[in-house]
């Protein structure tokens, strides 16, 4: 089944939009700066970017209340910024120094926020499912109508932990948003190598349940479709599927040249269905906003990123002592 698309004359206000282009560009921007400073060698590990799927989560967070959860992967930056995460603190993550939100010492796949219910940052692929799971599971219990948005990957799609948790949410009917974030690759396989359907979210039919396959370029279809799964979610009907297809244009992590797909390939998918741009058009033929305006919410924003980076850059490492804290042993 093709995604399924939004109208093209969309149902949002100027505010609106212009909130999703900023939320997008803030995460495009950010993701550049941490490649250029993972270049230099600043930055430590593993370094996983979202370049090309910002729509998925700046949708997603369009339906998001406050109290309500977030848990994903190791590709977690942006899931950061659009829960309002400070990106100084992200950014000075990366970089293994104090300042970080896990005073350096997580590094880029762990970090956490009590304040913006944010439960990580996960490095091993498909282990947030059920703890995804097990959120929703302490608030159906408290019964406090929030839900979980618990974002995996497409490969991670095939893991046994995953159907092993779709169950329990059926049986339990968690208020879980299973979000398939169908980048079309895991690592350097892509999708049809590894993965039976092409729709993954019909398999969710098995457990009873329903789920859909929603455009993830588009960052207004995934704005509805996220409409649709919290209403679902918050009425006590229990866990929804969604599978947004998206696409990562760089490689799985920055060690990755990416040399099973064409460069056509990416181009493709940059030049015709570019997230940011499609908004960038609708902004400017909708006359919500003009070129300048455009070019200073640009100009604020890189601001903002180079910011991070000075602070990333200059907060200091973190203490030896700092070795004996958090640790529960
Ligand atoms: C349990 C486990 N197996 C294997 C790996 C190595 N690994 C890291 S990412 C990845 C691919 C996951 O792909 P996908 O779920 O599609 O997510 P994406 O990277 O595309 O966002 C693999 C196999 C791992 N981290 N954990
Ligand atoms: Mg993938």
Partial sequence: MAARKST?????????????????????????KAGQLYGMGLIGGFCHLYIGQEAVVVGLEAAAEEGDK????????????ACGM??????????????????????????????????????????QVPLGAGLAFADKYKDNGRVT?????????????????????????????FVIENNQYAMGTAQARSTSTPDIYTRGQAFGIPGEAVDGMDVLAVKEASER??????????????????????????????????????????SERDPIEQVRDLLLTGKHATEEDLKAIDKEIKEVVNQSAEFARTSPEPALEELWTDIYA
């Fill in 8 to 32: 093209k004359k969309p149902n949002v206000s100027a505010e609106e939009l212009t909130k999703y282009y900023r939320d997008m560009l803030l995460i495009r921007r950010f993701e550049e």
């Fill in 229 to 270: 799964a919290t209403a679902h979610c918050r009425s006590g009907k229990g866990p929804y599927i969604l599978e947004v297809k998206t696409y990562r244009y760089r490689g799985h992590s920055m060690s990755d040249p990416a040399k099973y797909r064409t460069r056509e390939e990416v181009q493709k998918m940059r």
């Fill in 70 to 81: 977030r848990i994903t992967s190791y590709r977690d930056h942006g899931h950061m910024l």
């Fill in 149 to 177: 948005f618990t974002y995996f990957g497409d490969g991670a799609a095939n893991q046994g932990q995953v159907y092993e948790t779709f169950n329990m949410a059926a049986i339990w009917d968690l208020p879980v948003i």
């Fill in 86 to 127: 400070d990106p100084s603190g992200v950014m000075a993550e990366l970089t293994g120094r104090a300042g970080g939100l896990s005073k350096g010492k997580g590094g880029s796949m762990h970090m956490f926020s009590k304040e913006k219910h944010f439960y990580g940052g996960h490095g091993i692929v498909g282990a």
